[in-house]
């Protein structure tokens, strides 16, 4: 009966228990244990019925993943050489539970082990070493504050503070706890102190201006708060304390420049335009006392000659924080124009959004601009009269250039001005080629259209036999007309040598040297091909042919233009360049007109 009720009370306890038989390996050490008794307990932790574990091995249980048992096993397995009374830790990973199991042998080759929930022990653990945590990272920040820190008891007595005032003040832990925090300002001013802590406990005041003197006697500029809270349970006056002495120090370097700047200086409020200060300069340049400027608004004394000057600066602030380089026109007590630079930038000063102005005076500089810009226009005109002279010279020089041509020729008529406008056309549709849009300026346009009637001057070199001849030349005098090109250029090139810089002339030598080139290489005198050939040459060559398939010659009848069109459109891509053909077609109509016009 009694080892029934031992039984029953195993059973029924709350802690697992399970006892296991060893199984060795030939080598004598424990490789495995078989289950003998579990009690409900550890069905319970385990999920699992005793059927599936009494009398089956770790492994064997460990082998069947699907049990929640198996894992239990695992461990077992793991801790197998776990030593007498010792114990080990199970996380069932399912339902985040942690089982300890302690470890007893009773007896050789037998296991007992007791298994308790330590879920909540565990939990309660991390959360203390979370609020432990937790404690350090404050402490850690609240000594890493750059700020000096004071806890005061209701009494004003010091009971903490951080780390910055103990290394700024040169005072122990010791020297200031539980004493008035008023031992760390001036003697002179701790009534003072005391008063503004009462007002700002009463919401009557911001901070307290008053400062802090240092162990070594050092006054430290700073700005005080103080808020009503609670520490470690009690109620506290939380202090801090920031250190503005750079601030003051930038805000005297501040105060000089602006004082003693040249330039004209205002600070107003941006809500209401209220002038805050002027500098020395200002009252200087605009006949005002301070007192008069202070208080009042740009508007009230009328500065901007006109208002809409004023109204745009402050749209323009609306959207941008910053107006620089803004001219406006500006006047004076006495009424007195000047023309002033504005440069204005958005800036707070305590609570308010306030406007820094600064005005130079660009009066003298602008009349200095208006003289100057008068002089270059005069300058400007001189040069566009000499400019005139020279280019109606050089063109003169191209005119007369062209009449010796005429002179030789029996059907230069309207010639001459076909050639011209007809190039002048073709330029201008080919300019709208991408290809040709940085080459092909108005210059270009200018240069080929005066620069066409030179391509065949080259021409007084040939007989008149040969150049009048009214039939089919000879090979031998085809030959002979082959040269022109040459000595038209030649010719050209003795001019271009006594007049030198005339844009005329020089691209007069590229059209009259290779106006008969042709795209594919085939042409004369160079048998240049493609781009190899000067732009003006292709241009005036395809016009060139058209007027000659349309004028009326010793040895043949004008075509019409259709019949014309038809024979240019053949030679594309082989006597012309493609893009200049494409061109001609763009501005056929044009041309026809033309032709209809001067045709002789």
Same mark, same amino acid.
């Given at each position: 009966?009694?080892?029934?009720?031992?039984?029953?009370?195993?059973?029924?306890?709350?802690?697992?228990?399970?006892?296991?038989?060893?199984?060795?390996?030939?080598?004598?050490?424990?490789?495995?244990?078989?289950?003998?008794?579990?009690?409900?307990?550890?069905?319970?932790?385990?999920?699992?019925?005793?059927?599936?574990?009494?009398? $089956?091995?770790?492994?064997?249980? @460990?082998? +069947? /993943? &699907?049990?929640? =048992?198996?894992?239990?096993?695992? *461990?077992?397995?793991?801790?197998?050489?776990?030593?007498?009374?010792?114990?080990?830790?199970?996380?069932?990973?399912?339902?985040?539970?942690?089982? $300890?199991?302690?470890?007893?042998? @009773?007896? +050789? /080759? &037998?296991?007992? =082990?007791?298994?308790?929930?330590? *879920?909540?022990?565990?939990?309660?653990?991390?959360?203390?070493?979370?609020?432990?945590?937790?404690?350090?990272?404050?402490?850690?920040?609240?000594?890493?504050?750059?700020?000096?820190?004071?806890?005061?008891?209701?009494?004003?007595?010091?009971?903490?503070?951080?780390?910055?005032?103990?290394?700024?003040?040169?005072?122990?832990?010791?020297?200031?706890?539980?004493?008035?925090?008023?031992?760390?300002?001036?003697?002179?001013?701790?009534?003072?102190?005391?008063?503004?802590?009462?007002?700002?406990?009463?919401?009557?005041?911001?901070?307290?201006?008053?400062?802090?003197?240092?162990?070594?006697?050092?006054?430290?500029?700073?700005?005080?708060?103080?808020?009503?809270?609670?520490?470690?349970?009690?109620?506290?006056?939380?202090?801090?304390?920031?250190?503005?002495?750079?601030?003051?120090?930038?805000?005297?370097?501040?105060?000089?420049?602006?004082?003693?700047?040249?330039?004209?200086?205002?600070?107003?409020?941006?809500?209401?335009?209220?002038?805050?200060?002027?500098?020395?300069?200002?009252?200087?340049?605009?006949?005002?006392?301070?007192?008069?400027?202070?208080?009042?608004?740009?508007?009230?004394?009328?500065?901007?000659?006109?208002?809409?000057?004023?109204?745009?600066?402050?749209?323009?602030?609306?959207?941008?924080?910053?107006?620089?380089?803004?001219?406006?026109?500006?006047?004076?007590?006495?009424?007195?124009?000047?023309?002033?630079?504005?440069?204005?930038?958005?800036?707070?000063?305590?609570?308010?959004?306030?406007?820094?102005?600064?005005?130079?005076?660009?009066?003298?500089?602008?009349?200095?601009?208006?003289?100057?810009?008068?002089?270059?226009?005069?300058?400007?005109?001189?040069?566009?009269?000499?400019?005139?002279?020279?280019?109606?010279?050089?063109?003169?020089?191209?005119?007369?250039?062209?009449?010796?041509?005429?002179?030789?020729?029996?059907?230069?008529?309207?010639?001459?001005?076909?050639?011209?406008?007809?190039?002048?056309?073709?330029?201008?549709?080919?300019?709208?080629?991408?290809?040709?849009?940085?080459?092909?300026?108005?210059?270009?346009?200018?240069?080929?259209?005066?620069?066409?009637?030179?391509?065949?001057?080259?021409?007084?070199?040939?007989?008149?036999?040969?150049?009048?001849?009214?039939?089919?030349?000879?090979?031998?005098?085809?030959?002979?007309?082959?040269?022109?090109?040459?000595?038209?250029?030649?010719?050209?090139?003795?001019?271009?040598?006594?007049?030198?810089?005339?844009?005329?002339?020089?691209?007069?030598?590229?059209?009259?040297?290779?106006?008969?080139?042709?795209?594919?290489?085939?042409?004369?005198?160079?048998?240049?091909?493609?781009?190899?050939?000067?732009?003006?040459?292709?241009?005036?060559?395809?016009?060139?042919?058209?007027?000659?398939?349309?004028?009326?010659?010793?040895?043949?009848?004008?075509?019409?233009?259709?019949?014309?069109?038809?024979?240019?459109?053949?030679?594309?891509?082989?006597?012309?360049?493609?893009?200049?053909?494409?061109?001609?077609?763009?501005?056929?109509?044009?041309?026809?007109?033309?032709?209809?016009?001067?045709?002789?």
């Amino acid at each position: 009966m009694e080892i029934e009720y031992l039984l029953q009370l195993v059973e029924d306890m709350p802690m697992g228990f399970v006892k296991m038989k060893i199984i060795f390996g030939e080598n004598g050490d424990p490789v495995d244990s078989k289950i003998l008794f579990v009690n409900k307990a550890m069905e319970k932790f385990s999920e699992t019925n005793k059927n599936e574990l009494l009398d $089956k091995s770790l492994s064997q249980i @460990a082998a +069947q /993943g &699907s049990l929640k =048992a198996s894992e239990w096993a695992q *461990t077992g397995l793991n801790n197998l050489t776990t030593q007498r009374k010792k114990s080990y830790v199970h996380h069932d990973a399912h339902s985040n539970t942690y089982y $300890k199991f302690v470890i007893n042998s @009773a007896d +050789q /080759g &037998s296991i007992y =082990a007791l298994v308790f929930d330590i *879920t909540e022990e565990i939990r309660h653990a991390e959360e203390n070493k979370k609020a432990l945590d937790a404690m350090a990272n404050f402490y850690d920040f609240f000594n890493a504050v750059y700020d000096m820190l004071f806890i005061l008891d209701n009494d004003g007595n010091i009971i903490h503070a951080n780390k910055t005032v103990f290394d700024r003040l040169g005072y122990t832990e010791a020297e200031l706890y539980k004493q008035s925090v008023l031992k760390v300002h001036p003697k002179d001013r701790q009534d003072e102190a005391l008063k503004n802590v009462i007002e700002m406990l009463q919401g009557k005041r911001e901070y307290c201006p008053i400062p802090i003197v240092a162990k070594n006697g050092q006054t430290i500029a700073v700005e005080t708060r103080v808020k009503t809270g609670h520490w470690d349970g009690q109620p506290v006056l939380f202090g801090v304390v920031k250190d503005i002495s750079e601030l003051k120090a930038s805000e005297e370097k501040f105060s000089k420049a602006f004082h003693n700047s040249g330039s004209l200086m205002s600070i107003s409020r941006l809500s209401d335009s209220i002038i805050i200060d002027v500098n020395e300069a200002y009252c200087k340049k605009m006949g005002y006392t301070r007192e008069e400027v202070i208080g009042k608004t740009s508007l009230e004394l009328e500065i901007f000659e006109n208002n809409e000057d004023r109204l745009q600066v402050l749209k323009t602030l609306e959207t941008t924080s910053s107006v620089h380089n803004r001219e406006a026109r500006v006047k004076s007590k006495d009424g007195s124009i000047y023309n002033g630079l504005f440069n204005i930038d958005l800036f707070y000063w305590g609570n308010d959004t306030c406007l820094m102005v600064s005005m130079n005076d660009i009066t003298e500089h602008i009349k200095k601009e208006e003289e100057v810009m008068k002089y270059n226009q005069l300058l400007t005109n001189l040069v566009n009269e000499k400019v005139k002279e020279i280019t109606e010279a050089q063109l003169a020089t191209i005119s007369a250039l062209s009449n010796i041509t005429e002179s030789r020729d029996t059907d230069t008529g309207s010639h001459v001005e076909r050639l011209k406008e007809g190039c002048r056309i073709v330029a201008e549709a080919l300019s709208k080629n991408e290809r040709y849009q940085q080459l092909i300026t108005p210059e270009f346009i200018s240069k080929i259209q005066n620069a066409s009637v030179t391509h065949d001057i080259g021409k007084v070199g040939i007989k008149d036999s040969i150049l009048l001849k009214p039939g089919k030349l000879s090979a031998d005098e085809f030959e002979h007309i082959k040269t022109h090109p040459v000595i038209g250029a030649n010719v050209l090139k003795q001019v271009y040598h006594n007049y030198p810089g005339n844009k005329y002339i020089e691209m007069g030598i590229e059209i009259a040297e290779s106006h008969h080139e042709k795209w594919d290489g085939s042409g004369y005198p160079y048998q240049l091909k493609q781009d190899q050939i000067p732009l003006s040459a292709q241009i005036l060559a395809i016009c060139d042919v058209y007027d000659a398939l349309r004028s009326r010659k010793p040895y043949k009848e004008p075509l019409d233009h259709q019949t014309s069109m038809n024979q240019i459109l053949s030679d594309k891509g082989t006597h012309f360049n493609p893009e200049v053909v494409d061109a001609f077609i763009a501005c056929e109509e044009v041309i026809k007109e033309l032709y209809t016009r001067l045709l002789d």
